[in-house]
């Protein structure tokens, strides 16, 4: 059964700064990665989907990348600023279900 | 462009009712999908459609019942509402199963 796990649970960082933030999945066999971003009490908005044959996708500021061996895969923010706080979801697509979900990272950036 | 509508935003029943979940979504997409949301255990598959006509148990099913009314609706129905039901769920669809997926605002259930 594929598990992902997002670490840390939050992170707090000052505003400018770049980051990292990591979700794994223990079966390599997805057909993408989806990252999402949730604001308090809202939805969940789409940020990125990376394909299984692909290595890494960017909008703006927000690079994911994808390393189906290793099961991992990174969101990174560069020049955070405050408007970046909110909750960051990965979820993983396998054939013949539906996205797996990990618990998120919460992330504060402060001014 | 609306995307995913669910209704209502927010409800609150008494232990043993029952009500209905409204999802829609005017993307024609084919495959639809709810799921739950609870502090400290993310987000739960109850059930999907990857086609109308077809639904299928996900993670946590029990105690729900689904509807595929059209392609455009998909409906999430509790028969007896149990504390255990208090959440928020949300519903997202997706042109076809395992392609990128768009989630509604949410319903705030709270079952006293």
């Known amino acids: 059964k594929q598990e992902v796990t997002q670490i840390p649970a939050a992170l707090s960082v000052p505003e400018g700064e770049n980051l990292v933030l990591n979700c794994s999945f223990t079966d390599s066999a997805i057909y993408n990665l989806q990252w999402f971003r949730q604001d308090p009490g809202k939805g969940l908005t789409s940020l990125l989907l990376?394909?299984?044959?692909?290595r890494e996708q960017t909008s703006g500021r927000l690079n994911a990348s994808l390393d189906k061996s290793s099961g991992r895969s990174t969101l990174y923010i560069a020049a955070s600023q405050p408007g970046d706080s909110a909750t960051y979801l990965c979820?993983?697509?396998?054939?013949?279900?539906?996205?797996?979900f990990g618990k998120g990272t919460t992330l504060s950036v402060s001014s | 462009n609306a995307g995913v509508t669910q209704t209502p935003k927010f409800q609150v029943l008494k232990t043993g009712q029952s009500m209905t979940l409204q999802c829609a979504q005017d993307?024609?997409?084919?495959?639809m999908y709810w799921y739950r949301q609870d502090p400290g255990m993310g987000l739960r598959l109850i059930y999907y459609?990857?086609?109308?006509?077809?639904?299928d148990k996900g993670e946590v099913p029990n105690g729900y019942n689904v509807s595929r009314l059209n392609k455009r609706e998909f409906s999430l129905r509790l028969e007896s509402a149990a504390p255990s039901q208090t959440s928020v769920y949300f519903c997202a669809s997706s042109v076809i199963q395992n392609t990128e997926a768009f989630f509604g605002q949410g319903t705030r259930l709270t079952v006293v």
């Open positions: 459609s990857a086609s109308e006509g077809t639904t």
């Open positions: 979820a993983a697509n396998q054939a013949g279900t539906a996205l797996i």
């Open positions: 993307m024609n997409h084919n495959s």
């Open positions: 990376i394909q299984s044959s692909q």
